[in-house]
T-cell receptor, first 111, second 115 residues
Framework: GIQVEQSPPDLILQEGANSTLRCNFS?????LQWFHQNPWGQLINLFY???GTKQNGRLSATTVATERYSLLYISSSQTTDSGVYFC?????????????FGKGTLLTVNP | DVKVTQSSRYLVKRTGEKVFLECVQD?????MFWYRQDPGLGLRLIYF???????EKGDIPEGYSVSREKKERFSLILESASTNQTSMYLC??????????????FGPGTRLTVL
């Protein structure tokens, strides 16, 4: 099946710093999503971005499908950005239903 | 906004009990999913359903069953709970495959402890 690798696995920042999280995938995809898991465990949708670039406030994401990677940018980080960020993809040639998740990046933003 | 709700945030059960986890979505989505999340193992798909009364096994269906009698509701059943089923359970839904925007949405999760 498709493989999803996220880097870095852990990231510690001071408040106000910028960061870039990366997601590499091993096959063509027709769905790619970024999630933030909050301290209570809920997965919050950040971006639905199988290709192209999107921005939402301090967050933006870019997916280069032909090169099989996606990047999540966080600017001017805040303590509330702390948590685990997941990338999840759906293989174009695979099941119509299944999302495959990376293992996540644990972000800690210190005041 | 899409809303996916789960019946309990925290649940404690004893070994051998039958456990029901309920999930409801309000966006008329065809597809619904049950995942479990464990440290070091990430999110793994247990079962999914693509229509009422239709279901397919995911990656780790052993020890679980599901029920989808109505479009908006998807239940996960642990027939005889065991300690290795202690986990965070996450329900999700998305529209029918083939739609241009096939975004998946998650509920708040249920932390199940089996003693």
């Amino acid at each position: 099946g498709i493989q999803v690798e996220q880097s870095p696995p852990d990231l510690i920042l001071q408040e106000g710093a910028n960061s870039t999280l990366r997601c590499n995938f091993s096959d063509s995809v027709n769905n790619l999503q970024w999630f933030h898991q909050n301290p209570w465990g809920q997965l919050i949708n950040l971006f639905y971005i199988p290709s192209g670039t999107k921005q939402n406030g301090r967050l933006s994401a870019t997916t280069v499908a032909t090169e099989r990677y996606s990047l999540l940018y966080i600017s001017s980080s805040q303590t509330t950005d702390s948590g685990v960020y997941f990338c999840a993809v759906k293989n174009s040639g695979g099941s119509n239903y299944k999302l495959t998740f990376g293992k996540g990046t644990l972000l800690t933003v210190n005041p | 906004d899409v809303k996916v709700t789960q019946s309990s945030r925290y649940l404690v059960k004893r070994t051998g009990e039958k456990v029901f986890l309920e999930c409801v979505q309000d966006m008329d989505h065809e597809n619904m999913f049950w995942y479990r999340q464990d440290p070091g193992l990430g999110l793994r798909l247990i079962y999914f359903s693509y229509d009422v009364k239709m279901k397919e096994k995911g990656d780790i269906p052993e020890g679980y069953s599901v029920s989808r009698e109505k479009k908006e509701r998807f239940s996960l059943i642990l027939e005889s709970a065991s300690t290795n089923q202690t986990s965070m359970y996450l329900c999700a839904s998305n529209p029918r495959p083939g739609l241009q925007h096939n975004e998946q949405f998650f509920g708040p999760g249920t932390r199940l402890t089996v003693l």
